[in-house]
């Protein structure tokens, strides 16, 4: 049996595993388009902070241990379609730019989610940046050093832990947050404790803006300045978009797999889909 799984963070990486570990003789492989694949992305703004120096240790399994243990790994390769009636995938090599076709007898789909891009947002900006992938977190570590004020739009989980990784390197932070309070998902009454806390261990390197958006970034190259709906503008070195993911399933629209309410793809009990062969899981399915 040929297991492929299309994905190689999380999810994709623990289907491989345990495809492997259930079925030893099956023959399993992993496509990403990625450089990585089986990292620790909650230990990135820990390695942004300089709490470590060597993102390698972020790496959970090597490509090497994988490939030891029977799974081959395929970075920088790119699953452009799913051909489900054939029951291949058209992969595309990234570093080559060669298109060619892979058979599979079961399919997993671990594509995972991406950080919401808002529609004013030009992605061509060399000082803007999201933290989704191990390459991410390297690229703003490594920008670090040469900026003295950060913007992070949006007030979720990622962009606190990423306040606590700025004010530790003494950078000045300004979050711009459109809820009353920064972590939103809580209760308000506990929203306003952390966002209190929060602002009195930032050593006076931190302002909140509530209540408001972020609608214009300007800059030619880089972003220079941020302007928000009610007419704030001020000075910035550094841009992080924080605002939010949506599952990665353009892949499963096009071959015709079916989409829950959640916007993820939907699946049943045993993460199959509603095409034959095919499952799905971690952050681009329903559960």
Known sequence: MK????????????????SKRELPDAEVHIYTKDNFVSYSSCGMPYYIAGDF????????????????????????????????????????DLEEEDWYFVEYDRLVIATGA????????????KNLFKLRTLDDGIAIKSALKDV?????????????????????????????????????????????????????????????????????????????????SKGYGFDTDMVIISAGVKPV??????????????GAIKVNSRMQTNIPDIYACGDCAEK
């Open 53 to 92: 120096q060597d993102w390698q240790k972020l790496i959970v399994r090597s490509v090497e241990e994988f490939e030891k243990s029977g799974i081959h790994i395929h970075t920088r390769q790119q699953v452009m379609k799913i051909l489900s009636a054939d029951k291949k995938i058209a992969v595309k």
């Open 148 to 228: 003295k004020h950060i913007t992070i739009i949006g007030g979720g989980y990622i962009a606190v832990e990423l306040i606590e990784a700025f004010i530790k390197n003494k950078k000045h932070v300004t979050l711009v947050e459109k809820s009353p309070f920064i972590l939103s998902m809580f209760d308000e009454d506990i929203s306003s404790l952390i966002q209190e806390y929060v602002l009195e261990n930032s050593n006076g390197l931190l302002k909140i803006i509530n209540s408001d958006t972020v609608t214009e970034l300007i800059g030619d190259e880089y972003i220079k300045d941020v302007i928000t």
């Open 3 to 18: 297991i492929i799984i299309i994905g190689g963070v999380a999810a994709g990486a623990k289907a491989a595993a345990k």
């Open 114 to 125: 991406e950080a919401f891009m808002p529609d004013f947002v030009n992605k061509n900006f």
């Open 249 to 262: 399933v353009d892949l499963a629209i096009e071959a015709g797999i079916t989409i829950g309410p959640t």
